[in-house]
């Protein structure tokens, strides 16, 4: 899976530098979809953390009543 990845990303890095546009319009393109992949990243990231802190807060809200062991759960 990584070797695929990494010719995926070596195929279109190679595609945008081969592209017939110039230099300038290559890196301000470059620039763009790096930029559109970082704030990606950050979108995906700031979700993750809330998923956490919302489970953070679920459990720790949950853990208020301590198990005595005698509730009507089933015994082994």
Known sequence: MKSFLFGFGLGIGLGVLFAPMSGEQTRRNLADRANDLADTAR???????????????????????????TEGGQNF
């Not at 990231?45 to 802190?53: A, F």
């Not at 949950?62 to 198990?67: H, P, R, V």
């Open 43 to 69: 979108e995906t990231t700031d979700q993750i953390r809330d998923r956490v802190r919302s489970g953070m807060s679920a459990i720790r809200g949950g853990s208020t009543q301590q198990a005595t062991g």
